[in-house]
T-cell receptor
Framework: DADVTQTPRNRITKTGKRIMLECSQTKGHDRMYWYRQDPGLGLQLIYYSFDVKDINKGEISDGYSVSRQAQAKFSLSLESAIPNQTALYFC??????????FGPGTRLTVL | AQTVTQSQPEMSVQEAETVTLSCTYDTSESNYYLFWYKQPPSRQMILVIRQEAYKQQNATENRFSVNFQKAAKSFSLKISDSQLGDTAMYFCALGPSGGGADGLTFGKGTHLIIQP
């Protein structure tokens, strides 16, 4: 089984809908991250969490919120989705903040 | 703010050739890490190689090696004996963000195509 899993893998939704992307890990890492990838761009950091009680904004957090339900689970929410949030979303984990291990990604389309 | 620049949007070489991908970066941190990630069409992000800034020796992993020039803030990736399976997007990344912040800063990527 994969160490970092993301659900759903693909999602199409409509403008204004609330949507949640979920991430789970079995690596036992303390840190978890959400990134966004747009075509022709690298990954950009949305939010990161050092542990369950420590959540921090990244460079593009506007329009997003997160929840760290447990050490192994980190969810990303779009309260009211808009078309320019159409992108590929990656969850990642790290032990100590050095090497990061990525999930398979979620392709989100907002119509 | 940290920045990572990859100046080659796309490169194409013949199978078995050697290719070098360029990356420059800027950071005010004294202790940091540099990474090359590969993203094949499957879209999975795969770590290729990493370099610790305090280590002068260039990292190597089989056919992959880096040329790390700390003073010039340059971090290039060399792929020897290129293979068709090396076709992918390659991203240079820098971390951590500094000032107690976390996360990686990525370049925009280089699309590498290996021709048969």
């Amino acid at each position: 089984d994969a160490d970092v899993t993301q659900t759903p893998r693909n999602r199409i939704t409509k403008t204004g809908k609330r949507i949640m992307l979920e991430c789970s890990q079995t690596k036992g890492h303390d840190r978890m991250y959400w990134y966004r990838q747009d075509p022709g761009l690298g990954l950009q950091l949305i939010y990161y969490s050092f542990d369950v009680k420590d959540i921090n904004k990244g460079e593009i957090s506007d329009g997003y919120s997160v929840s760290r339900q447990a050490q192994a689970k980190f969810s990303l929410s779009l309260e009211s989705a808009i078309p320019n949030q159409t992108a590929l979303y990656f969850c990642a984990t790290s032990e100590g903040g050095i090497e990061q291990f990525f999930g398979p990604g979620t392709r989100l389309t907002v119509l | 703010a940290q920045t990572v620049t990859q100046s080659q949007p796309e490169m194409s070489v013949q199978e078995a050739e050697t290719v070098t991908l360029s990356c420059t970066y800027d950071t005010s941190e004294s202790n940091y890490y540099l990474f090359w990630y590969k993203q094949p069409p499957s879209r999975q992000m795969i770590l290729v190689i990493r370099q610790e800034a305090y280590k002068q020796q260039n990292a190597t992993e089989n056919r992959f090696s880096v040329n790390f020039q700390k003073a010039a803030k340059s971090f290039s990736l060399k792929i020897s004996d290129s293979q068709l399976g090396d076709t992918a997007m390659y991203f240079c990344a820098l971390g951590p963000s500094g000032g107690g912040a976390d996360g990686l800063t990525f370049g925009k990527g280089t699309h590498l195509i290996i021709q048969p």
